[in-house]
């Protein structure tokens, strides 16, 4: 399974920027040798959630494939990206890298965590990574845009987070239904802050 794609992901759960957000310490060479760094204290790494989350952004992209649960749908991706050539995987790599800058730039230290009891918690969540990952990656012609109106999307995020609130964000369901929803949300978010 060391095909390109797969060794992108690797790479791209790398990144010094990833590593921050969802508490790791940041990469460096011998942590491919010994395994007594760090980084293999973290339960994230060590079952390779770092990778899928990875892998997540480019599979749920594809909602319109989905079904048999999250876990049959990212392989059915697996499957499909052995097709991927080297073109393929340097625009999935360009647009991971620019959509994950955009999303931090926004949020900042914010940037894929749940605001709750008026405050945004500690951590970054699988949820929310979801639903604002995804559909920004729609709009890459208007990063620079969203970025400038950075404060209109945070306030319209904690109103969504209220409205909806938390569970329907990070919820453990993982139905299509409640994956598109999650998307949806923010997809519409994007749509009406670049409207403004």
Request: glycine share 4%; hydrophobic share 40%.
């Given at each position: 399974?060391?095909?390109?794609?797969?060794?992108?992901?690797?790479?791209?759960?790398q990144g010094d920027l990833f590593r921050?957000?969802?508490?790791?310490?940041?990469?460096?060479?011998?942590?491919?040798?010994?395994?007594?760094?760090?980084?293999?204290?973290?339960?994230?790494?060590?079952?390779m959630e770092d990778i899928e989350v990875?892998?997540?952004?480019?599979?749920?992209?594809?909602?319109?494939?989905?079904?048999?649960?999250?876990?049959?749908?990212?392989?059915?991706?697996?499957?499909?990206?052995?097709?991927?050539?080297?073109?393929?995987?340097?625009?999935?790599?360009?647009?991971?890298?620019?959509?994950?800058?955009?999303?931090?730039?926004?949020?900042?230290?914010?940037?894929?965590?749940?605001?709750?009891?008026?405050?945004?918690?500690?951590?970054?969540?699988?949820?929310?990574?979801?639903?604002?990952?995804?559909?920004?990656?729609?709009?890459?012609?208007?990063?620079?845009?969203?970025?400038?109106?950075?404060?209109?999307?945070?306030?319209?995020?904690?109103?969504?987070?209220?409205?909806?609130?938390?569970?329907?964000?990070?919820?453990?369901?993982?139905?299509?239904?409640?994956?598109?929803?999650?998307?949806?949300?923010?997809?519409?978010?994007?749509?009406?802050?670049?409207?403004?």
């Open positions: 399974s060391h095909g390109p794609f797969n060794k992108m992901l690797y790479e791209l759960a921050d957000i969802w508490g790791l310490p940041r990469f460096v060479p011998e942590e491919l040798t010994d395994h007594k760094r760090p980084i293999y204290r973290s339960a994230f790494f060590k079952t990875v892998l997540r952004f480019f599979a749920l992209r594809h909602m319109q494939h989905y079904k048999s649960g999250v876990q049959g749908f990212l392989d059915l991706y697996m499957i499909r990206s052995k097709a991927f050539d080297q073109e393929d995987i340097a625009f999935l790599s360009s647009l991971f890298y620019s959509t994950l800058n955009c999303a931090y730039a926004i949020y900042q230290n914010h940037v894929f965590k749940v605001f709750e009891h008026g405050e945004w918690k500690g951590k970054a969540s699988k949820g929310m990574y979801d639903a604002i990952m995804v559909p920004l990656s729609e709009f890459t012609l208007q990063f620079d845009e969203l970025v400038n109106k950075r404060e209109e999307i945070i306030h319209r995020t904690i109103e969504i987070i209220q409205r909806e609130g938390v569970s329907a964000i990070t919820g453990r369901a993982s139905t299509k239904k409640d994956l598109e929803n999650r998307i949806d949300l923010f997809r519409n978010l994007f749509h009406v802050v670049l409207a403004s």
